[in-house]
């Protein structure tokens, strides 16, 4: 929901900072992996309960994740690396509440799975239609120059960093976030859904 407003704000930042790992030999490619790798390491840090840990390492995850999209235009965007790009968020995200739930199965395992299948929803609402309009030839820059069609929604990858960072925070809140947030992600889903109804059925 926010993510389109928020590029105006960080885009011109992150394009400085892209010229200059490009200019130091960084790829996007190794980025993408490199915020994944620490991605994942914060996945590890809330399973031990080092929530400062994986408050850092969520922060960092993002900024690789912003920076890999401007430094891949600096060098030209890849199909691979769009698809690198993509399947490592949804792997993170995914690997946030897993580690809530292992680290406290007991609190926590039901809210995770519920925030799980939620964003299950959440990302097949997006990726089907992304693919349905890339066989149509649609295209859309809204969210900036993307390797596939990003159709907005509710919940978005700033809703969602937001409530990462809350849930690092406040631990023992873990269940209440998890079940408000995907409670907004089934219903970003449903309005894609009849979105896309309309916009497919005429």
């Given amino acids: 929901m926010f993510d389109t407003r928020l590029r105006v704000l960080i885009d011109p930042p992150l394009n400085r900072m892209a010229r200059v790992l490009d200019k130091n030999g960084v790829s996007a490619n190794g ?13 590890g840090a809330i399973v031990a309960g080092w929530f400062g840990a994986a408050l850092a390492l969520v922060a960092l995850n993002r900024l690789a994740d912003g920076l890999d999209g ?20 949804f792997l993170f995200y995914g690997a946030v509440p897993l580690a809530f739930a292992i680290h406290a199965p007991a609190d926590n395992a039901l809210p995770a799975a519920v925030l799980l299948a939620s964003f299950y929803a959440n990302g097949a609402t997006f990726l089907a239609f992304a693919a ?19 159709f907005a929604g509710l919940t978005e990858g700033a809703e969602t960093i937001a409530v990462f960072i ?20 089934f219903v970003s889903a449903g309005a894609r859904i009849l979105m896309v109804r309309d916009m497919l059925g005429r």
């Fill in 132 to 150: 349905l309009a890339a066989k149509q030839g649609r295209t859309t820059a809204v969210q900036g120059e993307k390797s596939i069609y990003y």
């Fill in 31 to 43: 980025l993408t992996a490199a915020g994944l790798v620490l991605g994942l390491g914060a996945a």
């Fill in 70 to 89: 401007p430094l891949a235009r600096c060098r030209g965007v890849t199909d691979l690396g769009g698809y690198y790009d993509i399947v490592f968020d």
């Fill in 166 to 185: 809350a849930m690092c925070l406040w631990p023992g809140a873990f269940g209440p976030l998890a079940y408000v947030f995907a409670a907004l992600c």
